[in-house]
């Protein structure tokens, strides 16, 4: 077990977080809901909680469950800077030696929730990242109660508002109405005042779409109500990268306006579409570059390069990125501005995964709009108009603002069975801007930016790093003196009581390199003798 927690000097709390961690000071056990908007900084008052109760021996170990690979090592790096050593994508809820605890995603759990009940001990606290995801797949929610039944402390965080469904999520509790009652509420509205998120404009595109449904050809635009299949095939249409006046022309649209926000000043701005599958997300690719001149970057969550390509876009000055379902929680690129909503998922859980990608700021920037294009889809504007009369309330805007009304039911009759469907054609025209520029108000001035931090090395990475240069020492020793890695590796082993590398300290690993750069020394002077 590590001993005393070493911090770094880190920025002061947001109010929100005081808030948070007051309220988890009387907290003794069970579930702990809070919920908290994108980007608003839910992280750190868990793992502010994690410091506190290791360094009073409240608790010994920690689990962090996240929804991706990607995220258990963003969550370990985030805590190595409160002086919590995590061990990223862990196969057990033992930790290595140097660390205090794990992080590992729901799947891992899922694939063995019996074994991992077994090495949970009751001093653990739990920290379940985007915790809706365990009521979103059975599986997940079933073996994280079976894995973590001896653990006291479940503190459940998610920045998506989410309601009951067919499977609830452990540890959360419900009003009549199947809505979510957390312990911590802190809304997208509240961060958007306070000056911590972005306020999102939302731009429309509606036309003239026809299909070939069967044997009939459909004509309308999204003010017209239809049947449930046809309404699904008219945003079908909207969303085909085949009609020249349909998505292509709001993805113009959409580059324009990011060409615009570059040239006003965020000179590494950068846009997000969003698409429906890995085929589509290429057809949207090609029609970007065929109006950018360059080809955009690409992101498939079936690709084993996608977290690496997703890191790169975020320090890059990259214009345009196109995903599929990598763009979900705990993707943090603070420079999106602009975005294409061409998914062909439009629950509220979703819409707002997808809204939260453009809410995070830049520090030091103006607190300004992002931008997100979509088609006039009447589900999709109603999510849309709740995001904004949120807004609008928190704000207090005292003129009127423009809110859509469901326009009059005009409905077509159900066209014949087949199942035939092609998109024929698509005249699209933007619309006014939603619901209107969001205003300035004095929380979107400029954010001043905190003097930077020297942020620890986190355990993981520095036993990564020393095992690659074990391993490279090992290499250069084999070069030397022809012994075989093992033989090298063994006597290593033997010299530091080591039975395997994988379970070998921090502390043992330097052991082992000056052990091997000890013998490559000797090595060196036998040859120079000769």
């Not at 502010?48 to 109760?53: I, K, N, S, V």
Request: overall charge neutral.
């Amino acid at each position: 077990m590590p001993g005393s927690l070493t911090r770094a000097p880190l920025t002061s709390l947001r109010i929100w977080q005081q808030r948070a961690l007051a309220r988890l000071a009387d907290w003794q056990g069970g579930p702990f809901l809070i919920s908290a908007a994108p980007g608003a900084g839910k992280t750190r008052p868990a793992l502010e909680l994690a410091a506190e109760l290791l360094g009073r021996a409240v608790i010994r170990r920690v689990a962090v469950l996240c929804p991706t690979t990607p995220l258990t090592r963003q969550w370990a790096a985030a805590a190595a800077a409160l002086g919590v050593q995590l061990q990223p994508d862990a196969a057990t809820p033992q930790p290595p030696r140097d660390f205090h605890g794990v992080a590992v995603t729901y799947a891992r759990v899922a694939s063995d929730p019996a074994g991992w009940a077994a090495k949970v001990l009751p001093d653990t606290l739990v920290i379940v990242d985007e915790a809706h995801h365990l009521g979103e797949d059975l599986a997940w929610g079933t073996s994280f109660r079976q894995a973590f039944a001896r653990a006291p402390r479940w503190l459940l965080l998610s920045g998506t508002p989410f309601r009951s469904d067919a499977t609830p999520i452990p540890g959360v509790h419900y009003d009549q109405d199947g809505l979510v009652l957390p312990d911590v509420t802190y809304t997208y509205a509240e961060a958007v005042a306070d000056g911590i998120c972005r306020p999102v404009a939302f731009v429309t595109f509606d036309g003239t779409l026809s299909w070939r449904s069967g044997d009939d050809v459909i004509e309308s635009s999204f003010e017209t109500v239809l049947p449930p299949r046809e309404a699904a095939r008219r945003y079908r249409t909207a969303i085909s990268t085949e009609l020249p006046d349909g998505l292509p022309r709001i993805l113009r649209e959409a580059d324009a306006k990011l060409r615009a926000l570059r040239a006003e000043g965020h000179r590494d701005a950068g846009g997000l579409a969003v698409a429906a599958d890995g085929t589509h997300a290429r057809r949207i690719a090609k029609l970007l570059g065929e109006v950018t001149g360059r080809a955009p970057v690409v992101v498939l969550h079936t690709e084993a390069a996608a977290a690496r390509k997703l890191a790169s876009f975020r320090s890059s000055r990259e214009p345009w990125i196109v995903a599929v379902n990598m763009v979900s929680e705990g993707v943090d690129i603070p420079r999106l501005r602009v975005g294409v909503y061409a998914t062909a998922a439009k629950t509220p859980l979703v819409f707002r995964q997808i809204v939260g990608r453009f809410v995070r700021t830049v520090p030091g920037m103006a607190c300004e709009p992002s931008w997100l294009y979509l088609p006039a889809d009447q589900l999709l504007r109603s999510h849309a108009s709740e995001v904004e009369s949120e807004l609008r309330h928190a704000l207090r805007r005292e003129e009127p603002s423009e809110e859509w009304e469901q326009p009059p039911e005009r409905r077509l009759s159900e066209p014949s069975p087949s199942a035939e469907f092609v998109p024929l054609s698509a005249e699209f025209a933007a619309q006014m801007t939603l619901f209107g520029t969001p205003q300035a108000t004095p929380a979107t001035r400029a954010i001043k930016a905190p003097p930077p931090e020297e942020a620890p090395i986190a355990a993981f990475e520095q036993r990564s790093q020393l095992r690659q240069e074990r391993s490279r020492l090992v290499g250069e020793l084999h070069r030397r003196d022809g012994r075989s890695h093992r033989e090298i590796n063994a006597w290593v082993n033997r010299a530091v009581g080591l039975e395997r590398v994988e379970a070998a300290s921090i502390e043992q690993l330097e052991r082992s390199i000056e052990a091997l750069v000890g013998e490559l020394t000797r090595a060196s002077r036998r040859s120079a003798a000769l």
